[in-house]
């Protein structure tokens, strides 16, 4: 069954079509990659799903819900979290407090003075111990190497127990030992329930992680298949090898 399904949206920008007419599902339970050369329009793909922007055109629908145009909180409330290919995390801020915040955003007033909730403190650690940065709680983001920050907002999109994850290139800038611990959590919470989007450039981590693989090029859908079909697809050669 698709948990979410995006059917004939376009979107454009001053006359340049970023999205055109794109089609695809994501089944419930499912890891579905989203790949494409640079420009196939995926991440503008990810924020019309997301709220950032609104599709010119078309039909976004989640567990049968239609959230085309929804506010960004409104769709994360419905059960939708999204990470980004730049980290997004308040730097001056604590890794906790940072994990705190992301369950109600824009009220870093109720940090001031310390003031967390026991069991939000609780659920935090719980989520920075699972992807093995917990000792890092009491330090500023600021402080984190980047691919440690690519762990804090992993954590941090799970606070708010998300149905569907869209990640926005999570091996982007990681290194090898970090990557494998982040391809090991994603492969764990999807064996726990969660369905997880990825658009991502790392064709190793592509084929080792999907089950399902949609991929775009100058803004369209031109194929979703399993890793297998994808790989021997002439299409998906053409359109990788038409944009070197």
């Given at each position: 069954m698709a948990l979410l399904e995006v059917r004939d949206v376009v979107k454009s920008y001053g006359g340049i079509i970023a999205v055109n007419h794109a089609s695809f599902d994501v089944e419930e339970g499912s890891i579905t990659a989203l790949i494409g050369p640079n420009g196939a329009g995926k991440t503008t793909a990810f924020d019309t799903i997301c709220g950032v922007v609104v599709p010119d055109s078309g039909r976004i629908t989640f567990d049968g819900q239609d959230i085309t145009g929804l506010m960004s909180h409104v769709i994360n409330k419905a059960g939708i979290g999204r990470t980004f290919q730049i980290t997004r995390e308040l730097g001056d801020m604590t890794v906790l407090e940072n994990m705190v915040i992301s369950k109600v955003p824009n009220s870093p007033k109720a940090l001031i003075g310390g003031r967390i909730k026991p069991d939000e403190r609780e659920k935090?650690?719980?989520?920075?111990?699972?992807?093995?940065?917990?000792?890092?709680?009491?330090?500023?983001?600021?402080?984190?190497?980047?691919?440690?920050?690519?762990?804090?907002?992993?954590?941090?999109?799970?606070?708010?127990?998300?149905?569907?994850?869209?990640?926005?290139?999570?091996?982007?800038?990681?290194?090898?030992?970090?990557?494998?611990?982040?391809?090991?959590?994603?492969?764990?919470?999807?064996?726990q329930g969660t369905t997880f989007l990825i658009v991502e450039h790392n064709m190793d981590v592509v084929m080792r992680l999907s089950h399902s693989i949609i991929v775009m090029a100058h803004g369209q859908v031109i194929l979703q298949g399993t890793p297998a079909e994808v790989r021997e697809d002439q299409r998906v050669l053409d359109a990788y090898l038409g944009d070197v």
């Open positions: 935090a650690m719980d989520l920075l111990r699972f992807v093995g940065i917990d000792r890092l709680a009491h330090q500023p983001a600021k402080r984190l190497s980047y691919g440690q920050r690519k762990l804090l907002e992993f954590a941090s999109v799970l606070m708010t127990d998300p149905r569907l994850v869209l990640l926005d290139e999570p091996a982007g800038g990681v290194n090898p030992a970090l990557l494998d611990r982040i391809m090991d959590r994603i492969e764990e919470i999807n064996r």
